[in-house]
């Protein structure tokens, strides 16, 4: 079975600073899909940025950027110029990339909470 | 477009009572996914459902059902409720057009249904 971990239960950056969470995964899956998902107090969990394992370059989306090491099956995300609004718990999640067989199903991590200081 | 929408928002039953969860994908979406998040366990996987039929289940008691309409609507209903099912419940929905469509497909979460078991 897959499994996803984050191994920072807590983070904090400085307002404008840059931060990076840490993700490893374990699949025997050669194609899945990787994704950091933001849940601020409000619980709604919003999409953050997606990877998908075939593509060797990482995913970015604006200041929020992936490191995607397939072969250490590590996903780290980096926040660039942190804002205020960007305080959340963030969660890693995996998918198998063959819908037909395992649907959408999303295994996450445990999540990190990211705090940030003005 | 209206997001996913959750009722209730909130629910209080107590123990051995049975409950009954409600979620409206986005229009035009047709699979809905449902997670269950403790603090204990995390966000975990329930089932999905693709033209009212489940797709895929996690690894939950049968006191844990779902279904869904022709309109893609879905509802979960939890049986005998336990204190341990006390949680925030999410559905999720995406936009798939075939049972084996190739391409990825963004799940849009709701924002849950926070239910206390006392």
């Known amino acids: 079975a897959q499994t996803v971990t984050q191994s920072q239960p807590e983070m904090s950056v400085q307002e404008a600073e840059t931060v990076t969470l840490s993700c490893t995964y374990d699949?025997?899956?050669?194609?899945?899909?990787l994704f950091w998902y933001k849940q601020p107090p409000s619980r709604q969990m919003i999409l953050v940025i997606r990877?998908?394992?075939?593509?060797?370059q990482n995913a970015t989306e604006n200041r929020f950027s992936v490191n995607f090491q397939k072969a250490a099956k590590s996903f780290s995300l980096k926040i660039s110029d942190s804002q205020l609004g960007d305080a959340a718990m963030y969660f890693c999640?995996?998918?198998?990339?063959?819908?037909?067989?395992?649907?959408?199903?999303?295994?996450f991590g445990a999540g990190t909470i990211l705090r940030v200081k003005s | 477009k209206a997001g996913v929408t959750q009722t209730p928002r909130y629910l209080i039953k107590t123990r051995g009572q049975q409950v009954t969860l409600s979620c409206s994908p986005i229009s035009g979406h047709r699979s809905v996914s449902w997670y269950q998040q403790t603090p204990g366990q995390g966000l975990q996987f329930l089932f999905e459902?693709?033209?009212?039929?489940?797709?895929n289940k996690g690894n939950f008691p049968g006191r844990f059902s779902g279904r869904q309409f022709s309109n893609s609507r879905s509802e979960m209903n939890v049986s005998t409720l336990e204190l341990g099912d006390s949680a925030l419940y999410l559905c999720?929905?995406?936009?798939?057009?075939?049972?084996?469509?190739?391409?990825?497909?963004?799940?849009?979460f709701g924002p849950g249904t926070r239910l206390t078991v006392l």
């Open positions: 459902y693709f033209s009212e039929t489940q797709r």
């Open positions: 699949t025997s899956e050669s194609d899945y899909y």
């Open positions: 990877q998908e394992a075939y593509k060797q």
């Open positions: 999720a929905s995406s936009l798939e057009f075939s049972p084996i469509a190739p391409t990825y497909n963004e799940q849009f």
């Open positions: 999640a995996y998918r198998k990339s063959t819908y037909m067989e395992y649907g959408n199903k999303l295994v």
